[in-house]
């Protein structure tokens, strides 16, 4: 029954492989099939037992991640199906898109699945490989310009997450994370080389400071690969942090990453005020969250199951966002906010969902997004004196009137053109779906729970 | 061994000094490419010494993908475009690049001493260190795609003989080798190579990217 556990990686790396063979439309049903079995598989896990052999390491955290993962990919290629169609001269043809999809899925899953941090920076790092020419898809000079900073910084940050590992195992003798949780004698090197990993990770994570890569990425990446950094990756590099910090629980290494979230918070709230293109804005965004998630994960208990909330519920809503994004830019071929008006009444599915799943990532209940913020505020105020938490609230109001003031203003603003150019397919309705998801994580808390504490749904 | 390590480590920051200072491209990618060489050799000999495969394996990537590989393939593409040879506009002017790049030696040590020194205890340890803020400075400094690229190599081969010599045996470094390097070649195969296409290597400022 063991090999249940490496089926998620079997489906994606054999998936990329066929995408490979030059058939038309091959490529896309042999992706969706194996993004479905994927989905499937990773539900089953979390009706079976935490697992743990010399390759893997299978508990809660990890069935969480990849539920997470298979799903969003699952709808990045239903999406991608009808997005690519309106990319006019791509980089590379349809079939090597899918091959890096899947291959991009596949570093992902395995990042969750392995049983130790050498091999978890493998993974991290396999993503850039698998990722970088996707952000070039549209072949154009800008898009080329952020893939190299995406490369450039990405890769400077997982140099730092290196030498991170090498700190660690020059104290612990292992990077095995099984006999690592069993407990580590810490001393000062541990606790830099942890320090130093937080900033690694975080790197990929779009933690400050080293965020600035994220919103030209999103910026310039085609929408269903927006969508995929934002929703998974960015979660699956702090998954890294969050074991990292269940390895070292110390208090310095969890201080330190507290300020690195609440300085991202804070930086991306006030950067979303000046903002005037869409897709930036939601790139802001995403780093706004996943601050909020580094300062969750560092203060554990029920700011960690918050975190684990958020990050759960941001993936759905913010993939909706930019699948959005990309449905907008494709009829208004402008990324320009002023120049969006009109999109309930032009496109009225696209700008009604774009409306609630913008609520969603800026934590307005009754989204799973809500609960998970309010379970990390209520971790900062047990730690911390009040005015930390009325500061993260503030920064989080800063990013929500942003956010929903722009968003509103494309929405419900007069239209140039009354002409409904909108039509009902796979493009409409998924992020739709994605929206009702994030809403449904609220009714999955206490099984969410279950499996943090326990391993497994009984 | 502590005195081969400070030796090579002593010709790495002389090279890469030179790469801080020097303005035509070509130098550059034949001076990193001999940093690599020593550093593949350093590691072979390491790996024959403290009999180890993994060490071994590194040397060889090494050489093929650092010394060789990426080197001549970045050559062969300035030779077709001549003009391109030389970087007009570095960010930092030379001359500052020169007082920049001495300083960072001599805060490298410092730091180490002051940080990692105390667990380490070994004073060489230092060197290391140096080239990794020298790989840095080398991609901040400059607009060019291939010198960024050659900081950011200059890094991985700074972590590679941090790693062989301070601590041995790390179980997964051929694979985190073999990753990193291929970040390399997807950068120079997918990228720089486009970008060269579209009529320029240098990095520039869109509006689009700006905010």
């Known amino acids: ?458 | 061994m502590r005195e081969t390590f400070a030796l090579v480590g002593f010709f790495e920051i002389l090279m890469v000094l030179f790469m801080q200072w020097e303005i035509y491209t070509k130098k550059i990618i034949t001076t990193f490419s001999i940093s690599s060489y020593i550093i593949a050799l350093f590691l072979f000999y390491l790996g024959i010494v403290q009999n180890s495969p993994y060490v071994i394996a590194l040397s060889l990537i090494s050489a093929f993908v650092r010394g060789f590989f990426i080197p001549w393939y970045m050559k062969r593409r300035i030779v077709r475009d001549h003009w391109r040879e030389r970087e007009i506009k570095p960010v930092i002017s030379t001359a500052m690049s020169i007082v920049i790049s001495l300083l960072i030696v001599v805060f490298a040590y410092v730091l180490y001493r002051i940080t990692f020194y105390n667990s380490i205890h070994l004073v060489e340890g230092s060197i290391p260190m140096a080239l990794l803020l020298q790989g840095a400075f080398l991609i901040i400094s400059r607009r060019n795609a291939f010198i960024q690229l050659i900081g950011y190599m200059t890094m991985e081969n700074a972590l590679f003989l941090f790693e062989g010599y301070l601590f041995p045996g790390l179980p997964f470094i051929v694979e985190a080798g073999i990753v990193l390097d291929l970040i390399g070649i997807i950068a120079i195969a997918g990228v720089v190579v486009r970008m060269m296409k579209n009529s320029s290597v240098e990095m520039n400022e869109s509006d689009e990217l700006r905010g």
Request: charge should be positive; charged fraction near 10%.
């Open chain 1, 1 to 458: 029954m063991n090999y249940i556990y490496t089926l998620p990686m079997f489906f994606t790396l054999a998936a990329s492989l066929l995408c490979l063979v030059k058939k038309t439309y091959f490529e896309e049903v042999v992706s969706i099939i194996a993004a479905f079995s994927t989905v499937a598989v990773a539900f089953i896990m979390v009706f079976l037992p935490s697992y743990t052999s010399h390759y893997l390491y299978i508990d809660g955290l990890s069935k969480i991640m990849l539920i997470m993962v298979s799903m969003i990919y699952a709808s990045t290629v239903m999406f991608s199906t009808t997005y690519m169609k309106y990319i006019d001269n791509p980089s590379f043809e349809k079939h090597f898109y899918y091959f890096l999809m899947n291959l991009f899925a596949f570093s992902m899953l395995f990042t969750v699945s392995v049983n130790d941090l050498g091999l978890i920076w493998v993974g991290v790092e396999a993503t850039t490989v698998t990722s970088a020419l996707l952000v070039a898809t549209e072949n154009t000079e800008t898009s080329i310009e952020a893939t190299w900073r995406y490369i450039i910084i990405v890769s400077v940050g997982l140099i730092i997450s290196l030498l991170a590992n090498i700190f660690i195992y020059s104290v612990t003798g292992t990077l095995n994370i099984q006999q690592m949780m069993q407990g580590v004698q810490t001393n000062k090197i541990l606790v830099l080389g942890a320090m130093m990993a937080v900033i690694g990770y975080g790197t990929k994570g779009g933690i400050f400071p080293m965020h600035t890569w994220l919103p030209d990425v999103h910026g310039k990446a085609p929408a269903p690969v927006s969508a995929a950094f934002s929703g998974i990756l960015l979660a699956v590099a702090l998954y890294a942090v969050a074991r990292i910090m269940q390895i070292v629980n110390v208090g310095t290494v969890k201080e330190f990453a507290f300020w690195l979230g609440l300085f991202t918070v804070a930086v991306a709230a006030t950067l979303m005020i000046v903002q005037k293109n869409y897709k930036r804005l939601f790139a802001y965004s995403t780093m706004e969250n996943m601050g909020m998630m580094l300062m969750g994960l560092s203060l554990g208990k029920y700011a960690f199951i918050g975190a684990v909330i958020l990050t759960l519920s941001h993936a759905f809503a913010k993939s909706s966002v930019f699948y959005l994004s990309g449905n907008i830019l494709a009829r208004y071929k402008s990324k320009k906010i002023e120049n969006v008006k009109g999109v309930s009444q032009r496109m009225p599915f696209t700008g009604y969902t774009l409306f609630f799943s913008a609520l969603a990532v800026t934590g307005t209940p009754p989204f799973g997004t809500f609960i998970g913020e309010l379970l990390i505020i209520y971790g900062i105020l047990k730690y911390f004196p009040l005015f930390y938490a009325l500061l993260v609230i503030s920064f989080l109001l800063v990013a929500f009137i942003s956010i929903n003031y722009k968003v509103g203003s494309m929405v419900f603003s007069k239209p140039t053109d009354t002409v409904v150019t909108e039509r009902k397919r796979v493009g409409t309705i998924v992020p739709i779906v994605n929206t009702l998801l994030a809403f449904l994580v609220i009714f999955f808390v206490p099984q969410i729970n279950q499996l943090l504490s326990v391993g497994m749904i009984k």
